[in-house]
């Protein structure tokens, strides 16, 4: 199935529980609240349900790599949108253990100005620079399709003072 990248808001005064398990703020089951399917689906239809409301979750699919890896080539000090990309799951013989982190609603304004400091064309340029190659993921459009629901999200969660936690996984 592969990994994935899923954030969820949380309202400002479960900041100290998100901060010591960002997990508590993640479902149980990501994919099923992003594909609007019940909660430990095997088999079913897409769609069952309705997904979780974008106010409360971010649905990055596989192009997190990618973002990561355009937004780490344009921040130097990686202290704004880089720091809600941060991270990669840890391989086992078992599989993976997913990374999960908490940006309080404080580091939510810096993710905020962050993103918003990076253009389109900043990213194609980053994307057509000669000898680097960014993972495989997403074509062009559909990495700023993905970036602009980033935007998007984090514009919302700044407005309502809200934080979040995500998960790569």
């Known amino acids: ?9 949380f309202d400002a005064d479960r900041t100290e529980e998100a901060l010591k398990d960002p997990m508590s703020v ?15 689906f095997t088999v079913g239809v897409i769609g069952e349900r309705e997904p979780a409301p974008e106010r409360d979750l ?12 355009v937004v780490a080539s344009l921040e130097t000090q990686g202290d704004g949108a880089y720091r809600m990309f941060v991270g990669d799951v840890s391989m086992t013989d078992r599989g993976w253990i997913p990374w999960s982190r ?7 304004l810096r993710v905020r100005d962050g993103l918003a400091s990076i253009s389109d064309e900043d990213v194609e340029r980053v994307l057509r620079r000669q000898g680097r190659r960014p993972p495989m993921g997403p074509d062009t459009d559909d ?14 969660v700044v407005r309502e003072g809200r934080g979040f936690a995500y998960m790569i996984g």
């Open 1 to 9: 199935m592969g990994i994935r990248y899923y954030a969820y808001a």
């Open 26 to 40: 993640i479902s149980d089951d990501p994919l099923a609240d992003a594909w609007g399917m019940e909660p430990g």
């Open 58 to 69: 971010l649905y990055l699919d596989k192009a997190w790599s990618q973002l990561q890896w």
């Open 102 to 108: 908490t940006i309080t609603p404080d580091e939510a």
């Open 143 to 156: 990495l700023l399709h993905f970036l602009g629901k980033a935007r998007a999200f984090v514009d919302q």
